[in-house]
Every structure is written in C-alpha cells, then in structure tokens.
C-alpha cells in the first residue's frame, strides 16, 4: 500500500471520526436543557429597534452544569415578560416602561419573579412594558425610550442603571452591531444588525448553542486574552479613558432625560454596590471608576424637574445585614429573586406616591411625593 493511499485512508477516518463525535454531541445535548437562541431580529433604519422574535417560549441554562434552567415566555413586541404590549391607541391604563439590559430582560429568573412583574402585579392601574437587551448601554436605554414613546407613550419611565452602562455607549468601543451610540453628529447612530448564514446556522445546533449561550466561550477567550490585563499601566490607561467615556456617556444620557422628562416621570434606578456590601463595606467602594460614575449620574440627575433618583445600594445593604443572603446567584452576578424582590420594594414605595387621574382622552400622573 503506499504512502498516499495510507494518509488518505487516515485522513478519510479523522473526517468520519470528527462527524460522527459532532454527531452524537448534537444528539446528546437536544436531550439536555440547553439554552434555546432568542433569535435576535434583524436591526435596519427600517426597524431601527432590538428586540427577539416574538410569541416564544424559550430555555435558558444559566452556567454550564444545568443545576440552574429556567423558562422564559417572549411576547408579542419581542420582549422577555408575559406581559402583551397594546399600542397607544388602544391602551386601557397608562404605561410605565421599564428600560434597561440583561437585568431587565432577566433570563436568570421566571418572568412572575422579576421587579417589573412584581410591580405589574401590584398596581391594577398601571401597565409596566419591560423594553430590555442583555448588552444594551445608556445610548440603547434612550433608543429604547424614544421606541416606547411612539408606540406606547408612557406617563413613567424607569431606567434601570448597572456598572457597564457607560463607556460601552460608544461605538468605538463597544463594538456590537444592532445597538445605538452616541454619536456627536447626529445624536444617537445605528449600527446595522443582520445575522450570518453561519450565524443563522449555528442557532440549529444545541452544542455549539451550548458552547456560545452556556459556556459562553468567545466572551471567556476574549477576557483571558485581553490586553488590559497585562500590566498595571495598561489598566490604568483603561481606567482614564474609562472615566472620560463614561462622563461623556453621563452627559449625553442626561440630556436625553432632561428631553423626555419635560413630558413624562422618570425615575432612575441605580444597583448597588454588591461587592461592598459583601466586603462589609459601609458605603461604596470610593476606589472604583464606575462608582464615580454611578455617584456623578445620580447627582446630576436629581437636578432635573420631573426625575427622581432610587439608589439601590442602601436597600440591598441593610436587606443584606438583616438577612445575610446574596441578590445574586454564586454563578452569575445579574440579580436572583431576592434582588428583583428589593428593587420592586423600593420602586413600590416611589410609585405608591403616585395617583392616576382619568381624563376622558388621556391619562395624567400627579406625584404626591419628593422627588428625592
């Protein structure tokens, strides 16, 4: 036998060697939960909005060992909550919307446990429309603001604030398609979103589902090989520019609030400091760049007529000292059930100062409470 017909005989074996443990992979894990892909629609300057395909119920397995698998119900606009949209036309109760990232769209939790549920659930006269994207920054919340106000001209918006919402508002540095950013030409720019046919195909299969949505590989390869964690000159560059986007960030997003609130209630919500409050710290931790950020927004923002400020930290720490049980879960850091459940509380608390009065063409929100 030669030599050529020895490699290609060893080469034809590595081929059907590879198909056949792909193919038993698949089979193995469409047996298991594996998350299912939310199918992220295309994003066009025809529909400029993110948002998932609608009328879906999907799994989703958080971490890697299936210990933690949950059932999600995406509804008729494409959003993670069992809630259904109803136009503008023909709403039967004033909106409130409930704007934000991956803690909004809450894939950790069922979707009666998030804070938004709770709260639906409690005011019978208001109708709380959760618009959230795992990833989305600032620039997205104000997109997301301007989409719910064409379709469902809510009387309260809430924005719900978390630590990586500010530098990643720039396209230079975020990067990702789909989303909006600030831009200083034409205030918010669209970045195109249209998936691949490898994309596309790689949504069919469970284990590469489970290598991208479980395991989450190319976003662990991208934090073991990225350059700001090679020397602490490079993280201190990173944190400079850090700050300078995340106040341009601040400044770009406050304006957009000062807009909106000149017509509606807004109420900002801001995450504690988990780590500090579980460090045993009192406070925030003042070392931290995103703390200075979060500080500078919550202060600006109580400036503005119409906007209220709920900074969560102090709820979480003092449930925290009562309780001693976490608002996260050991394996993922978005809030768990006791975290929506404190969030909910403190919003409860603003929004029961608050009334609804029925006019016979449209609703008004009167506060009877501070602002503060």
Partial sequence: MSWIKKITQIFSYLIFLFVAVALLLEVIFRILPTSDSLLLKPVTSESPILKYTENRVVTKQIGFNFSHVNTKKINNYGYATDKIFQEKSVKTKPVIAVIGDSYVEAMQVKNSDTFHAILDDKFDNYDFYPLGISGSPLSQYLAFAKFASNHFAPE?????????????????IKKAPGFHYFDD????????????????????SAFLRYLNLDLNVTAQLRRIFSPTSINREV?????????????????????GIEELSSTAKVI????GDRNAIYSGLDDRDRNSYVNILVNE????AKNIANVCVIDLHNNFKNNYIKNGEKFNYEYDFH?????????????????????????????????NGSDS
């Fill in 185 to 204: 030409e034409t205030g918010l720019k669209l970045l195109n979103y249209q998936p691949s046919n490898i994309k596309l195909l790689a949504r069919k």
């Fill in 235 to 255: 993280n201190e560059r990173y944190n400079t520019d850090f700050l300078y986007s995340g106040r341009k960030a601040n400044k770009k997003f406050l304006q």
């Fill in 335 to 367: 809030w768990n059930e006791r975290g929506h459940l404190v969030a909910a509380q403190a919003l409860s608390e603003k929004l029961s100062r608050m009334s609804v009065i029925t006019t016979p063409n449209k609703y008004r929100l009167t506060n």
């Fill in 268 to 271: 900002i919500l801001i995450d």
């Fill in 297 to 300: 927004l919550g202060e600006s």
């Fill in 156 to 172: 309260v918006y809430i924005f719900l604030i978390i630590d990586n919402d500010f530098d990643e508002s720039f396209e230079s």
